[in-house]
């Protein structure tokens, strides 16, 4: 089931049945990390993209539960990636189409978007996810994966986040010909990004390379 009912639930235990299940499934097909959790607040009602894949719009809901859910799988042998650093569940534009803003003031940002990410953090998430989403209060020319305010300054100065840091797909139109490849390379790689992701194209898979 999607992590909208494993939410609804407010079930500790299911959480953890379900990350551990995940896991067992994901390990028997030969993988040891899954893109997952959604750590996103569902909170805009418009967002096109994110749904059901968030544990739900509340973010002290969401935060307890992907902590103990990251726990769980990795504890199950399972690489976890909360998704998508700083936040994609206040946006009204789908990033595989578009460049999403989000338009709120830092304090909410905080409050809302960052307490998931922290919980996963807190959690030892092995890798953390990137969203191709412009927040103006915090980096008013940049989207999060090409912005060392947003991921060196929050993500691993203030929030102390040390492990592996992965772009959301590259190929989606967020990016994809709106920034020249060597100025997201160069971008991402200055902002601490440690793997590109290009999931479907070969080219710009070599491209990157």
């Known amino acids: 089931p999607p992590l909208r009912w494993v939410g609804n639930a407010r079930s500790i235990e299911l959480a953890q049945a379900h990350a551990q299940a995940l896991a067992r499934e994901v390990r028997a097909m030969g993988f040891h990390l899954n893109w997952a959790p959604d750590a996103d607040v569902d909170s805009n009602p418009d967002n096109p ?6 544990f ?12 103990v859910w990251i726990q769980a799988a990795q504890a199950a042998g399972m690489a976890c990636s909360a998704k998508h650093f700083p936040g994609h569940g206040d946006t009204a534009l789908d990033s595989h189409l578009e460049l999403p803003t989000v338009e709120k003031e830092a304090p909410e940002i905080r409050e809302v978007e960052l307490r998931p990410f922290r919980a996963a953090v807190a959690a030892q998430v092995a890798t953390i996810m990137t969203a ?3 927040f103006p209060a915090f980096d008013e020319d940049w989207p999060a994966t090409l912005s060392s305010r947003i991921l060196q300054t929050i993500l691993r100065k203030e929030m102390g986040y040390e492990g592996l840091l992965v772009t ?4 989606m139109k967020a990016v994809c010909g709106r920034y020249h ?29």
């Open 132 to 134: 191709h989403v412009v």
């Open 56 to 67: 739900g719009r509340d973010p002290a809901v969401v935060a307890r539960l992907v902590h």
């Open 168 to 171: 959301d797909d590259m190929e």
């Open 49 to 54: 993209i994110i749904g059901n894949r968030s």
């Open 181 to 209: 490849t060597e100025t997201q390379l160069k971008r991402a790689c200055e902002a601490s990004v440690d793997v590109m992701l290009a999931c479907e194209s070969p080219e710009l898979q070599l491209e990157f390379y």
